[in-house]
């Protein structure tokens, strides 16, 4: 078939699978670039619904285009300004430099790629962290180590280690480095050890230039990973490797932490990173939205650092306020991102620590249904929908991601709790009951 018609067949049946507002602002915009070397490059027309598109759509629309061709045909989309709604579509040839990207980014393996101390904004909650993190990627392996790394969620421990990581690539792209979390590391010690394998994996982290273990915390408690952990963490310092090691305490107060590998940990750089403050979390927004092609001004993004003081939910609610903004064609205003965000109505006490228990509470009070059955298999309607709202606030709230979500629920798989999450997000701008749902709901996550 011929490629422009099948982008034309895939969006029509796209069309019949999401709701109307979502289609206009996503798809509607989307155009066939072109298909060469089994490669279907489609042009949008700005970097917010290409992100949208790549991680809420890819695979059900990968799973469409599969439909029309036999063979594995990759699917790439590229940002185009000049693309515009409502255009025919027609061929147009690009160059497929997008594969490389994703060539080297495959190359980079863990790190992502936006994590660059370029986008690292500093204050002085973080100067410290950040100077030591620069000093470290300039000459791995001589200037602090290990590097130790700690403090509360958000506050952009990951982002961090990962830009020493990135900065190491860039200089010098052959060095070997590792990311792991400290819980991929302990299943992989797990699992060598199970399948009597450990040679492969000491051979693999030993062999590090620059050993990146993020959440080291996670380690502690179990016996046999310490072990091995330790006499990794001792063969790639004697030879001289760069170690950097985040956790959300200090070792001091990471209990079960075998005692020699608290002192080697003490034996480095500790450096704390504080919660950001207002003007921090503004640069960080600003930063955020020029990553996704947009202009943030600057009233908006202080009006959403003014609301949102929780580092980690400072992003996820930047897009929810882009994302509104797409799908009610409204402008970006302060009173969008009160109704999107909107705390002060609730006055949101600060520091506000939000769980998932408190949202399966609230849902359940809202709707008058009990938690175990928001958890259950029933797929009757007057339970399925508050579990759909309890998806969706989970994840625009929480930041959870699919697969947290679904086994918070019984186990239910991602593509489920994406559709859930599809359908109330299209709900929220067309149904006032929806709205005021939510509403109450969030109150009631407050006022227990
Ligand atoms: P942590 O690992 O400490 O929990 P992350 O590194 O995952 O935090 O940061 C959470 C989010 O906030 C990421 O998107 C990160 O890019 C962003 N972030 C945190 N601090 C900064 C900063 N100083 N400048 C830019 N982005 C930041
Ligand atoms: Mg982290």
Redesign the pocket.
Known sequence: MDPVKTWSAVLSELELKVSRPIFAAFFSKTKFSSFENDVITIKVSNPLIKEIIESRYFLEIKSLVAKYYNKETALVFKVDGTVKKEESPGPLFAPISRVRVFEDLAKLSHL?R??TFE?????SS?QMA?AAARAVSQLPGHSYNPLFLY????????????AIGLEVLKKQPNTKVIFCTGEEFTNEIIDAIRSKTTYRFKNKFRNAQVLLI??VQFIAGKNAVQEEFFYTFDAIYRRGSQIVF?S?RPPSEISKLEERLRSRFEGGLLID?QQ?GFE?RT??LL??ARQKGFDLPMNIAQELALEVSD??R??GSLIRVLTEAQVRKEPLSLSLVQKVIGTKQQARPLGYPLSPSAFFNAVSKHYNIKVSFLKSKTRARPVSFPRQILMYLLRLELNLSLNEIGSLLGGRDHSTVLHGVEKITSLVSSSEKVQKDLFSIKNLTVNK
């Open positions: 992502n936006f994590y986008n690292f904004a500093v204050s973080n950040y403090g509360g969620v958000g506050v952009g421990k990951t982002h961090l280690m990962q993020d959440d985040t959300d990173i950001p921090l640069a960080i930063i955020k580092a980690r400072l992003e």
